[in-house]
């Protein structure tokens, strides 16, 4: 069990897609290190190789909404776990951006197949996950989950999906706190402002993890989430292990080369999911001023 007994999820806060004609993204923010600029902005990642191009062929995108979901279907379905672990951020982040004197926006989210269509540029679900700037978006084909185990050696479970859909997240609050516009994402480096963007990224996303089973949704009174344990955590440190830019490269089969780095080594990663989680403060997370990341 990860989201608590008692509670549900309404439907129509995310969005779903299939088909459409597939591409490269150019703008968007992914969770993964890059393999190819596609433009100077792009930072996700070629999957090509992995798990193959668009099969959308051109066709229309046909896009709905996932519907209410109950507690037993968001622990055991992707959609719904999608769903309730989106609702929870919203509860978080509306909470804590006020009182960081911020305006919350909430963002959008699909979740598609195949392909889809964004402001950054048309999507395959070679892309992995990512956030759209223009958009104010996260898009995500919920197969990469199945991917990230067998490819890149994460241990699996759902804190470990969540993580991702957090990092997502994490972009989109960084983009109306006006992170994104001051970073030079163009930069590589072990030390570049695009590594200190997902690192940060990865910090919010551990400050949620570390505050949702106190986050009580307030159309049920409920804490979102049971408290998590320790195995859920180290699950979710497995998948922050697994898109480190230094595992990437050894898995592609090429040395560490830190000079490309976009994202950070799996231990940077690892390190500032756990500073989140532990500090549950945004204040924390301020990569930026690290002298050390």
Not at 3 to 23: I, P
Not at 144 to 167: I, P
Not at 234 to 249: K, P
Request: charged letters at 20%.
């Amino acid at each position: 069990m990860t989201f608590s007994e008692g509670g549900g999820f309404e439907g129509g806060r995310v969005e779903t897609s299939r088909g459409g004609r597939g591409a490269a993204v150019g703008g968007g923010v992914g969770l993964l290190g890059i393999a190819v600029f596609l433009i100077a902005q792009f930072t996700g990642v070629d999957l090509s190789g992995v798990v193959g191009g668009a099969q959308g062929g051109g066709a229309a995108e046909e896009v709905g909404t996932i519907g209410e979901c109950s507690v037993d279907e968001a622990n055991t379905t992707r959609e719904c776990r999608l769903s309730g672990t989106v609702q929870s951020l919203d509860a978080y982040w509306a909470a804590a951006l006020p009182a960081a004197g911020v305006e919350f926006v909430a963002p959008g989210v699909r979740a598609f197949q195949d392909s889809v269509g964004t402001g950054c540029g048309q999507a395959s679900a070679s892309t992995g996950p990512f956030y759209c700037p223009p958009d104010q978006k996260i898009y995500m084909d919920l197969r990469f989950f199945d991917l990230l185990q067998s490819q890149f050696g994460a241990s699996g479970g759902e804190l470990a999906e969540m993580y991702v859909t957090a990092h997502e997240y994490g972009h989109h609050i960084q983009t109306i706190t006006g992170v994104m516009d001051r970073a030079d994402r163009q930069g590589t480096g072990a030390t570049s402002d695009s590594v200190r963007v997902e690192l940060q990224a990865d910090c919010y996303a551990g400050v949620w993890a570390g505050t949702a089973a106190s986050t009580v949704d307030p159309d049920t009174g409920v804490p979102f989430l049971e408290p998590i344990t320790d195995t859920q955590l180290a699950d979710a440190l497995s998948a922050a292990e697994a898109v480190g830019d230094d595992h990437i490269q050894e898995q592609s089969g090429g040395g560490v080369n830190p000079h490309t780095w976009t994202h950070g080594s799996s231990e940077q990663r690892q390190r500032w999911f756990t500073t989140g989680y532990n500090e549950r403060d945004m204040a924390a997370c301020d990569t930026f001023a690290a002298t050390d990341l």
